[in-house]
């Protein structure tokens, strides 16, 4: 079933509303010569994210953003155009799920294609509360306030119109810890386009507050990811590329359900799984945790992110849930993996859909990945927490 969710859209174009369009004109009489035509056109960016792991608020002071036409220009080239946040914006990072956006301005620019974005915070007001705790805690962003979080992607700005970016920030991935009590901000953010698409649809009122998220997967690996809605359990996975997607829902003591084959037709439909009047419900459970250290040969500042994985026969490999090891340590634990075995169903535009207990996944059984920019992944096989926690399951990563 393929419809356009019009609350959604609404959400999408009032956060931009407050954009205006600046236009280039001109005129003359009969004898005057012609106005050259205009070779400027508009760029307006807006901020998105995904949910965080382990926190109650991600706080982003936006100072600044910069546009070069170059992927590899540096901070101190010549050829930026900045747009500057005049105060700085601080920004609840967490309060821009499900597609909402916060607008951070716009610039004109020559026409033309533009390869490369910095997003530059302020030296103050960056700070994370965790779930474990509440306190409020400062978040490390060297990098970010120095010379800009730098953002590769391409964008084409016309002349005479008005190009709308989405800077979408992986908050989950982005917040590190380095030891006791320090956490260290390793920005991960894509450039994408404005036009809200995806999939959407409602998880059952009686799974809120057990820290439910939902994610769209390709190939395991985690594509967009979202909580439900405080009060309504409605959740958006916006700005999808068009193509079939796995669909994960995970929530405290429950067991995980998954949707295989999503599809997403264009990007301007929007697939739905379920309803209010038909939401998806997950099956009781119970939780462990694996636990371990991941070390890097040769040592390196890149961040590492374990994942715990599950498989089903003549089915897909999806993500379960993931964490990223300490900077200092290596030191890694994830949390509130179920024991239950997933609920699988195989998407269809009948809905409700059907779901079933899946003997194809065992239950409490997991391949446990690690992954770093410029190593080679490697995983352990079967990692069983049905009888007790594991907390020895170490990976070794080299180049």
Same mark, same amino acid.
Request: charged share 10%.
């Given at each position: 079933?393929?419809?356009?969710?019009?609350?959604?859209?609404?959400?999408?174009?009032?956060?931009?509303?407050?954009?205006?369009?600046?236009?280039?004109?001109?005129?003359?009489? $009969?004898?005057?010569?012609?106005?050259?035509?205009?070779?400027?056109?508009?760029?307006?960016?807006?901020?998105?994210?995904?949910?965080?792991?382990?926190? !109650? #608020?991600?706080?982003?002071? &936006?100072?600044?953003?910069?546009?070069?036409?170059?992927?590899?220009?540096?901070?101190? !080239?010549?050829?930026?155009?900045?747009?500057?946040?005049?105060?700085?914006?601080?920004?609840?990072?967490?309060?821009?799920?499900?597609?909402?956006?916060?607008?951070?301005?716009?610039?004109?620019?020559?026409?033309?294609?533009?390869?490369?974005?910095?997003?530059?915070?302020?030296?103050?007001?960056?700070?994370?509360?965790?779930?474990?705790?509440?306190?409020?805690?400062?978040?490390?962003?060297?990098? /970010?306030?120095?010379?800009?979080?730098?953002?590769?992607?391409?964008?084409?700005?016309? /002349?005479?119109?008005?190009? !709308?970016?989405?800077?979408?920030?992986?908050?989950?991935?982005?917040?590190?810890?380095?030891?006791?009590?320090? @956490? &260290?901000?390793k920005p991960v953010v894509k450039v994408l386009?404005?036009?809200?698409?995806?999939?959407?649809? @409602?998880?059952?009122?009686?799974?809120?507050?057990?820290?439910?998220?939902?994610?769209?997967?390709?190939?395991?690996?985690?594509?967009?990811?979202?909580?439900?809605?405080?009060?309504?359990?409605?959740?958006?996975?916006?700005?999808?590329?068009?193509? $079939?997607?796995?669909?994960?829902?995970?929530?405290?003591?429950?067991?995980?359900?998954? *949707?295989?084959?999503?599809?997403?037709?264009?990007?301007?439909?929007?697939? *739905?799984?379920?309803?209010?009047?038909?939401?998806?419900?997950? #099956?009781?459970?119970?939780?462990?945790?694996?636990?371990?250290?991941?070390?890097?040969n040769p040592a390196g500042s890149d961040a590492? @992110?374990?994942?715990?994985?599950?498989?089903?026969?003549?089915?897909?490999?999806?993500?379960?849930?993931?964490?990223?090891?300490?900077?200092?340590?290596?030191?890694?634990?994830?949390?509130?993996?179920?024991?239950?075995?997933?609920?699988?169903?195989?998407?269809?535009?009948?809905?409700?859909?059907?779901?079933?207990?899946?003997?194809? #996944?065992?239950?409490?059984?997991?391949?446990?990945?690690?992954?770093?920019?410029?190593?080679?992944?490697?995983?352990?096989?079967?990692?069983?927490i049905t009888t007790a926690n594991q907390s020895?399951?170490?990976?070794?990563?080299?180049?």
């Amino acid at each position: 079933m393929f419809q356009t969710s019009p609350r959604f859209a609404l959400m999408g174009a009032t956060a931009l509303s407050a954009i205006a369009l600046s236009a280039c004109g001109g005129g003359g009489g $009969s004898d005057a010569p012609a106005t050259p035509v205009s070779t400027m056109g508009t760029l307006a960016v807006s901020l998105t994210d995904a949910p965080a792991c382990g926190f !109650d #608020a991600v706080n982003v002071t &936006v100072s600044k953003l910069r546009v070069h036409r170059s992927e590899g220009a540096s901070d101190l !080239d010549a050829g930026w155009t900045d747009i500057t946040l005049n105060p700085a914006k601080k920004i609840n990072l967490l309060n821009l799920t499900n597609g909402v956006l916060e607008g951070l301005g716009q610039t004109s620019l020559e026409a033309g294609r533009y390869t490369q974005l910095r997003l530059v915070l302020d030296a103050n007001g960056n700070t994370v509360v965790p779930t474990v705790g509440k306190t409020e805690q400062p978040l490390e962003t060297p990098s /970010a306030v120095a010379s800009g979080i730098k953002l590769v992607g391409n964008f084409e700005v016309s /002349a005479g119109q008005k190009t !709308d970016v989405v800077l979408d920030f992986d908050a989950c991935k982005s917040v590190l810890t380095r030891g006791k009590g320090s @956490y &260290v901000l390793k920005p991960v953010v894509k450039v994408l386009p404005v036009t809200l698409n995806g999939i959407s649809g @409602y998880v059952s009122t009686a799974l809120l507050g057990r820290s439910v998220q939902v994610s769209a997967q390709q190939n395991g690996q985690v594509v967009s990811a979202t909580t439900p809605n405080a009060t309504t359990g409605e959740f958006f996975l916006s700005r999808l590329a068009p193509g $079939s997607y796995d669909v994960v829902i995970t929530a405290n003591d429950s067991a995980a359900s998954v *949707v295989a084959g999503v599809p997403v037709a264009s990007t301007s439909t929007t697939t *739905v799984l379920s309803t209010t009047a038909a939401p998806i419900l997950l #099956a009781p459970g119970t939780n462990g945790a694996i636990g371990g250290t991941v070390t890097m040969n040769p040592a390196g500042s890149d961040a590492a @992110y374990v994942s715990a994985k599950q498989s089903f026969a003549a089915g897909p490999t999806v993500t379960i849930r993931y964490q990223g090891a300490d900077l200092a340590t290596g030191a890694y634990t994830i949390a509130n993996l179920p024991v239950t075995a997933p609920q699988f169903a195989t998407y269809t535009s009948t809905l409700p859909l059907s779901f079933s207990a899946s003997t194809a #996944a065992p239950a409490g059984k997991y391949r446990v990945e690690a992954a770093a920019a410029g190593y080679v992944t490697k995983s352990v096989e079967n990692v069983d927490i049905t009888t007790a926690n594991q907390s020895n399951v170490n990976l070794l990563l080299t180049r």
